[in-house]
């Protein structure tokens, strides 16, 4: 079961669950054009992700899932880990 965080949103498990199922690099407009957000919201909850280390930039404006965010999605994680 995957845990609940406070400060995450539906769209940031649509966003894990993107990189997850695609297993690719993408921009934030890719990941938008494919999970029906703006572009807008999906870069700042990106940056978020990025923030609690369940997202990594590449450094180059290409974002991919962490072993974190996987850990996420299985239910792997305490929540009060991403709490902080």
């Keep these: ?6 400060w ?4 940031d498990d649509y966003i894990l669950e993107f990189f997850e199922e695609t297993e690719i690099v993408a921009t934030p407009h890719v990941v938008a054009a ?3 957000y703006s572009r807008q919201y999906v870069n700042r909850r990106i940056r978020k992700l990025a923030d609690h280390d369940l997202v990594e930039n590449t450094d180059d404006g290409l974002y991919r899932i962490t072993d974190r965010g996987r850990g996420y999605l299985t239910g792997d994680i305490d929540p009060d880990d991403l709490s902080r």
């Excluded at 079961?1 to 406070?6: I, T």
């Excluded at 995450?8 to 769209?11: D, G, S, Y």
């Design 1 to 6: 079961m995957r845990p609940r965080v406070e």
């Design 34 to 36: 494919n999970i029906d």
């Design 8 to 11: 995450m949103t539906r769209a």
